[in-house]
């Protein structure tokens, strides 16, 4: 069984070479491709966590060399429940963006590099959870900053660019700050590999403890979008195409929160920071829901909302104990699930309405029902209403808060549930906008907003009369084309297509993930028993670094 721990990292990885020898020539076998790779990954990573979970964590050293020469991936029950959770999402994300097209949009990208960057993003993430050093989770880091910056300026537009260039930014400070912190760290104990620190970092003095800590949760902070360090978050992921923006807001930002996870429990045990992690926690549900609040576009509030509920993740870490470990897990299990749920939605409803601007919308509960639910179900489980697993999630940190008892554990768990009311109400607004109100005057409840206007080519733009009613262009007596045809209009500079339903598979796609929302609610008994043991095997640490240095 151990053979199988590098194949989440190794099939994503050769699926990408020959996703880019094949190119547009054969599109269809490129498609084939990566859903079968993903496919394959999703078996692989719960092959993984049901062996992790009966048979405590697997380890492989490529090249057969041992710490710290070798590079040691390994694979315990944190680490498969991630891998599982994330090959669904990815391949949910997958199956709706092969709806939506967006690999076929040959004339802006001549190489088919949609497929290549995306395999190249999964097996990233796959290499930062199955990571057993801080150099191969650094690599990781860097092939998901590659493939990350690909997928977000798709298209070549100016604001596409222009986020992609923040992001890129952004994330090269956080590597130099990496790479500086795995220095020092080699530096002190002699090795950048987690079961040996794990050894040898408590006989170093106790401020270069803390400054190794401080520096490494500064750096998955800002991968996580922690306030103070998430300003980068609202105005980089809203511009992306919908499975994009999906996969990084539901995905990306949990991967800071698996190394906060990961590095505090193994490394740092003992919460010295304890208290500077809960007044982030705080800050970020406070500034991200307020900020939700203050949003008209659906994409924004969502960013927002996203950064809101990071919080709720950094307040079981903060808390360091056993019950406080398992409510986090569960959450973010949870919160991936069910954020990238929301973002595919509101693909939906920017394909459907033309827009994400919620003032501009309306009507939608009465003509696409079924677009009404999907929102309603993952939107209700967001702000944790009974008895979706939202609510179990916030449930168990708050009682893990209580049962803590200090100070700050009380500010939290009242923190938490003023933001999950405000969540309510945010969710609520959004639903009152877009579907339950009756249609702004002027406006189609169908017309699909694809692209920016600005990689649209001139030749392709139809100066003809025909407009879509509402967006301030068309003539008098103007009616929209029928469903499918492609017509230029003035969107808020954008290029529309009207249609009067989506694609069945980015439907089925955002389906079946609302469906695997349900099924967290439906297995809430088994799956908190899981990340319990999850949370044991975190705090033992014993298991770990035995499979890796042996007993």
Known sequence: MNALVPLPVLLPLCATGLSLAFGTRLAHFQRFISVAVLTSVLGLSVALMIAADRHGPLSVHLGDFAPP????????????????????????????????????????????????????????VSCTFLAGDLVNLYVGFEIMLVASFVLLTLGGTGPRIRAGSTYVIISLFSSMLFLTAIAMAYAAAGTANFAQL????????????????????????????????????????????????????????????????????????????????????????????????????????????????????????????????????????????????????????????????LTRLGGMARAAPLLAVLFFVP?????????????????????????EGSVWAWILVAGSTVTSLLTLYVMAKVWNLAFWRKEPPGQTAYGTVLESADETDDDDVDPGPDRIPGTGDEPVGGTPRPAGQAVAASLQGRAVITTTRPPAAMTAATAGAVALGLAFTVLAGPLTAYTDRSADELVERTPYVEEVLGP
């Open 69 to 124: 020469l070798g590079v040691t991936l390994v694979a315990d029950r944190l680490s498969g429940l991630m891998l599982t959770v994330s090959s669904a999402v990815t391949l949910a994300v997958l199956v709706y963006s092969l709806g939506q097209g967006m690999a076929d949009r040959d004339k802006e990208t001549p190489v088919a590099v949609f497929h290549p960057a995306y395999l190249i993003l999964v097996a990233g």
């Open 198 to 357: 794990a050894l040898r970092l408590p006989e170093l003095p106790l401020g270069v403890q803390t400054l190794l800590q401080a520096m490494l949760l500064t750096v998955f902070a800002i991968k996580a979008a922690v306030f103070p360090l998430a300003a980068w978050l609202p105005d980089s992921y809203p511009t992306a195409p919908a499975p994009v923006t999906a996969v990084f807001a539901g995905l990306l930002t949990k991967v800071g929160i698996y190394c906060m996870l990961r590095t505090e429990t193994l490394l740092f045990p003992g919460n010295r920071l304890g208290d500077l992690l809960m007044a982030a926690a705080l800050a970020s549900m406070a500034v991200g829901i307020l900020g939700a609040v203050a949003q008209t576009d659906l994409k924004r509030l969502l960013s927002f909302t996203l950064i809101s509920h990071i919080g709720y993740m950094v307040f079981g870490i903060g808390l360091a104990t056993r019950d406080s470990y398992g409510g986090a897990i569960f959450y973010v299990v949870h919160h991936i699930t069910v954020q990238t749920t929301l973002f595919l939605v509101a693909g939906l409803i920017e394909r459907r309405g033309g827009t994400n601007e």
């Open 379 to 403: 939107a209700m489980n967001l702000a944790g209403i009974p008895p979706l697993s939202g609510f179990i999630g916030k449930l168990g940190l708050m009682r893990a808060g209580v049962a």
